[in-house]
């Protein structure tokens, strides 16, 4: 899971929406060669004139298999199109 690794393997997303301006996620992961969790916190942002939504997130990750490890400097960007 560290930065340094390659890592092929599915998950699952989940969202629930509070309202229109807070959610919570929760983060599944199938990775054969790997254990652990992984916490995100992060902001986004909705264009009101176009389709289009921009977030930053910070993911640390708690690594249990193999070598027991901490990776805080994973971050995720996306650009995302949405439909109304």
């Known amino acids: ?22 959610a919570v996620e ?3 992961s199938f990775n054969p060669t790997s254990i652990g969790a992984m916490g995100v916190v992060g902001l986004d942002y909705t264009f009101a004139k ?3 939504n921009l977030s930053v997130d910070w ?3 708690l690594i249990l298999s193999r070598e ?4 805080p400097a994973a971050v995720g960007l996306s650009v995302r199109f949405v439909m109304k």
């Open 26 to 28: 929760a983060l599944i």
């Open 59 to 61: 993911k640390p990750e």
């Open 68 to 71: 027991v490890g901490f990776e």
């Open 1 to 22: 899971m560290a930065s340094d690794q390659s890592i092929v393997g599915s998950g699952v997303s989940l969202k629930y929406f509070f309202n229109a301006n807070s």
């Open 50 to 52: 176009a389709p289009v």
